[in-house]
Structures are given as structure tokens and as C-alpha cells.
């Protein structure tokens, strides 16, 4: 299986706090990693690790067997905040043409096929501050898009929109997983253990299971995760069968 992030005994501090202890993980092609964690437990910090953006005091990254700097361009990127204002004076098809930055080659095609891949080419001219969070996430999935990566990361992408909506994009990515391996961080188990292959859970520590069933009791006690991760109604078995 090809290898398309390697995150090989990382360990980040900042402001001497350390916040991502020794982590280790593989994530080969194709696949949809689940992040979960509790607040601060450096999830965030880990995508940008991931991206190149924080270098680890130890320990390394990398992506397609190269330094994440060079792969940036194979990697979009679906931000946790994002600060657009109600009003906010530029149009959808201007945010996602942003994600052309790190592209020099901007190209017209591109650009609409990746409004239509996640269905907001309707909106194109709208003003993006006027649009509803699921909408304004389809936007921001777009751009990450738009560039043709080859690995998607998406911080919190249903953190602020009801769970119809939110259904909606886990049914997007899915498609989008056909194609692309991702990683997604959310708070949400019980919304992501459905979607996602596999799960990680992160606070400061990673803890890994490289299985298809884990239950809310393993989570729980084995792995100490926050009860408050896995309460959202969640049956026993957390994964269903792929
Ligand atoms: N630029 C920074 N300066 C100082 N501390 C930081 C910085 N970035 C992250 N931290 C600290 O690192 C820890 C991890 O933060 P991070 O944003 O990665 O957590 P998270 O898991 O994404 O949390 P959340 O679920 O709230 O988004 C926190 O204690 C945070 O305060
Ligand atoms: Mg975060």
C-alpha cells in the first residue's frame, strides 16, 4: 500500500508546553483517518505539523516519502475557523479561486469543477458572509479542492452546523475519500464513526487502533478518552462494518 503520510515519533512544544507527545502514525492512501480529542488536546497543532507549517522539535513528517514543504500542493486544507463576516465583500467563486495560491496555475475548469464537486456552483457569485455554515464549509472544501490534492485534512468541518447538514458533507467526503485520503478532526465520534476507516484518538498522547470495531467501553477505559467524545447517542459498537 503506498504510503501517503508518515508522522514518525513527533513531538511539538510551544512556549516550552509540550503539546504533541512522540506521536506515530501511518496513513496510507485512500484511507479516512478520524481524529477525536478534547479541547487543547492539539489536534489542530497536529494538522499543521502535517502540513509543514510547525516543525516538530523531534521526530518527522513526511508526506509521499518527502518533506511536507514540497508536498504542500498534494495536500488542501479545510482550516477549523474560518473569518468570514456576514457582509464579508468577496464572492464565493473569489475563496475558492484562492486556493489557487500555492498553485501557479490557475485554471478556469479547475475552478468550476470543484464548485460542482461539492455543489455550490449556483452560489458562485453570492457574497461568501452571506451564506449558511454548511454552505460556507462547502465553499472552504472547495478551495481545498480546487488545487487537486491528493490528500485532504479538514479541522472541525460540521463544528457549527445542524446534523442534517452535516450528514450532507460526511456524504461529500465520502465520495471525495474514493479518490483522495483524509483526515478529519472533529469532536463528534458519533457523527464520524460511520464515515471515517479508521480512528485516532489525541490528547497529547495518540492512541491508535488499527481496527475496524472499537467500543465506547475500550475509548473509555482503555484509552481514556473524555466521556463528553462518545455520549452523542452512541450505540455500543462504535464502527460499523465497511
Ligand atoms: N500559537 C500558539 N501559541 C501558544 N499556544 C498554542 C498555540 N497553538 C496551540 N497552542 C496550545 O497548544 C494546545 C493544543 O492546541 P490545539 O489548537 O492544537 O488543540 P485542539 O485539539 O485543536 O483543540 P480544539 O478542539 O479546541 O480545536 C493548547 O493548549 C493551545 O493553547
Ligand atoms: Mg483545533
Redesign the pocket.
Known sequence: MNRAIEINNVTVR??EQL?LDQINISVYSNEFLGII?P???????LLKTILGLIGPDSGFVKIFDDEPENQRRNIGYVP?YNSFEKGYPITVEEVVKMGFVLDKHFDKKKLTEAMEKVDILNLRDKLIGNLSGGQKQRVLIARALVSDPKILLLD?PTASIDSKTGKSIYELLNKINESMTIILVS?DIGAISSYVKKIACLNKTMIYHDDKEITKEILEKTYECPVDLIAHGVPHRVFHNH
Do not use: A, P
Open positions: 510551544i512556549d503539546i480529542g479541547n487543547g488536546g492539539g489536534k489542530t497543532t477549523q472541525e469532536h
